[in-house]
């Protein structure tokens, strides 16, 4: 049992003090009272919440909805905002425009209009996109006024309890460093979140009709004959992404009823990401009772999608992102239109569209993990995508993962396969024929920073034999064997180590696919084995 310090109480009594927020105020106040009396785990409560500051992970501020320096709340969010105005200013941006985006999660009402006040107070024009509204949009809305910023009250894909705070910069692309760092020192100057000044004038601006026609003018081909099953997971999704299908020429999309409006408790999921294992069963289910062609989940805030399809014998299932990523991918370059043309992907993800990309005479790059630096890989970007259904499928526009645009173009794809008497399934295995099976899993393992810190730092002095070892960036191991390809890194937003494997095996024409993907798969089972237990040792 934790024991309160005096210092511990100090700070959290200053916090208290310092805090703009009636409710998270005494929320701060009980916890801090029960601690004093010794009451069960409140010291080790109180220390918890007082460990901030949040800092800008791989998708900018992200924590728990509650009082104090480590959870999201309106004092942060303040000293946040703050900190942003006076790096912009710093910059000579000062009095440009801001666009200031929510979603619907617990507390993004209050965190948007905190973050607003603070920067009109700053003096800059502030445009706040109207009600609960898709991240893309926030992106989208930075490049289409001509904005220095843009902030988006999101936790993506969190747990419930969760929210967080991500900033674009005036490319329309999320910050990274050394732009991170330097808002963090001025956020650490920032005046207690009670004197911070605020002003109000914001003007509403919806963008959501520029965006929609910029979003139908996505698909390469003619083809419209498409059924759909479609859920936004309880986000705030789903009524844009059915405006845009539908002014794409997509009609027949069927939404799952129980997840179709937002709900911050995510009811029907325990996670609310299409990743997580009985989250998209809902979703497989209505795709099967209205013979839906393809399926389409968005998470949350609707950055990222994932795409389901029939099996021959009809059975539903999800395909991993690096499956859609590499079909999106070749979609994209297939149509060409661009005279040299760049994607881009992560070392974390299936290394076939370096061959895809090769294939069609385009150039690859492979970046770290985020979009941060997806964005800017580099002039004649075309295409960017990461394991982690993130498509960023329109980068003039949207300089981010996009799932509403990426799931018009998976829809554009799935028609125009589908005329021809294909699925997405055909196209994968041509690619396998063409480039080898590219096996991909994804372990994580749920760790707390010392722990996961200790593993990446053993693998580093002692990699296993006969692997080559390379550290891209300080956290991330990329182990190679062969054709087999392991990276280590911890996640950027949860405490958990990510493990990354990745098997290719040869392919000897159509009749040898299905034995290369049955050893694929055994050597994937086989490292599974191996870094698990490394991990784990």
């Given at each position: 049992m934790r024991t309160l310090t005096p210092r511990l109480r100090d700070a959290a009594l200053r916090w208290a003090a310092d805090?703009?927020?009636?409710?998270t105020r005494a929320e701060l106040q009980r916890v801090l009272a029960a601690a004093l009396a010794g009451e069960g785990d409140a010291a080790a409560d109180l220390a918890e919440r007082m460990s901030g500051p949040l800092v800008f992970g791989t998708a900018g501020l992200r924590g728990p909805v509650r009082a104090g320096s480590a959870g999201m709340n309106v004092a942060v969010v303040r000293r946040a905002s703050a900190g942003l105005a006076a790096w912009l200013r710093d910059r000579g941006d000062g009095g440009g425009v801001v666009v200031v985006g929510r979603d619907a999660r617990h507390g993004s009402a209050?965190?948007?209009?905190?973050?607003?006040?603070?920067?009109?107070?700053?003096?800059?024009?502030?445009?706040?996109?109207?009600d609960p509204a898709p991240t893309p949009l926030v992106a989208f809305?930075?490049?289409?006024?001509?904005?220095?910023?843009?902030?988006?009250?999101?936790?993506?894909?969190?747990?419930?309890?969760?929210?967080?705070?991500?900033?674009?910069?005036?490319?329309?692309?999320?910050?990274?460093?050394?732009?991170?760092?330097?808002?963090?020192t001025r956020i650490a100057a920032a005046p207690a979140a009670v004197s911070i000044p605020t002003a109000t004038g914001e003007t509403v601006v919806d963008v959501t009709e520029s965006y929609l026609d910029?979003?139908?003018?996505?698909?390469?081909?003619?083809?419209?004959?498409?059924?759909?099953?479609?859920?936004?997971?309880?986000?705030v999704g789903g009524s844009t992404a059915v405006h845009a299908l539908a002014r794409a020429g997509f009609t027949g999309v069927h939404v799952v009823a129980g997840q179709a409006a937002p709900d911050p408790d995510f009811p029907t999921v325990a996670f609310p990401n299409p990743e997580e294992p009985g989250a998209t069963d809902a979703l497989l289910e209505l795709a099967a009772a209205v013979g839906a062609d393809l399926a389409i989940a968005l998470d949350p805030d609707a950055d990222r999608c994932a795409l389901g399809v029939a099996a021959p014998d009809g059975t539903w299932r999800m395909l991993t992102g690096d499956e859609t990523?590499?079909?999106?991918?070749?979609?994209?370059?297939?149509?060409?239109?661009?005279?040299?043309?760049?994607?881009?992907?992560?070392?974390?993800?299936?290394?076939?569209?370096?061959?895809?990309?090769?294939?069609?005479?385009?150039?690859?790059?492979e970046t770290l993990t985020g979009f941060k630096w997806i964005a800017r890989g580099g002039p004649g970007l075309v295409y960017g995508y990461e394991e982690a259904l993130g498509y960023c499928v329109d980068?003039?526009?949207?300089?981010?993962?996009?799932?509403?645009?990426?799931?018009?173009?998976?829809?554009?794809?799935?028609?125009?396969?589908?005329?021809?008497?294909?699925?997405?399934?055909?196209?994968?295995?041509?690619?396998a024929v063409a480039h080898g099976v590219h096996h991909t899993e994804g372990l994580a393992f749920r760790l707390k920073p010392a722990a996961r810190d200790a593993v990446v730092d053993r693998l580093h002095g002692a990699p296993p034999a006969g692997w080559t070892l390379e550290r891209p960036?300080?956290?991330?191991?990329?182990?190679?064997?062969?054709?087999?390809?392991?990276?280590?890194?911890?996640?950027?937003?949860?405490?958990?180590?990510?493990?990354?494997?990745?098997?290719?095996?040869?392919?000897?024409?159509?009749?040898?696919?299905?034995?290369?993907?049955?050893?694929?798969?055994?050597?994937?089972?086989?490292?599974?084995?191996?870094?698990?237990?490394?991990v784990s040792a």
């Open positions: 805090d703009p927020d009636p409710a209050a965190f948007a209009t905190a973050a607003a006040g603070v920067l009109a107070g700053a003096g800059f024009a502030v445009r706040t996109l109207p809305a930075v490049r289409e006024l001509g904005a220095v910023a843009g902030v988006a009250i999101t936790a993506s894909h969190n747990p419930a309890p969760d929210n967080g705070y991500k900033v674009y910069l005036a490319d329309g692309a999320q910050l990274a460093p050394p732009a991170d760092a330097e808002i963090e910029r979003v139908a003018r996505l698909p390469r081909g003619p083809a419209r004959a498409l059924r759909i099953a479609l859920t936004p997971l309880h986000g990523g590499v079909l999106l991918g070749d979609h994209i370059l297939r149509a060409g239109g661009n005279s040299d043309p760049l994607v881009v992907t992560t070392v974390v993800s299936s290394s076939m569209l370096r061959a895809v990309a090769a294939a069609h005479g385009a150039r690859y790059a980068p003039d526009a949207v300089r981010d993962k996009d799932g509403i645009a990426a799931s018009v173009l998976a829809a554009d794809l799935a028609a125009t396969l589908r005329a021809r008497g294909q699925c997405l399934l055909d196209r994968l295995d041509e690619l960036a300080p956290d991330v191991l990329v182990l190679r064997r062969g054709g087999e390809r392991v990276v280590v890194r911890p996640s950027g937003t949860e405490p958990k180590l990510k493990v990354y494997l990745q098997v290719v095996e040869p392919v000897a024409g159509r009749a040898a696919l299905a034995d290369a993907r049955a050893r694929a798969a055994d050597r994937l089972a086989a490292l599974r084995t191996c870094y698990t237990r490394l």
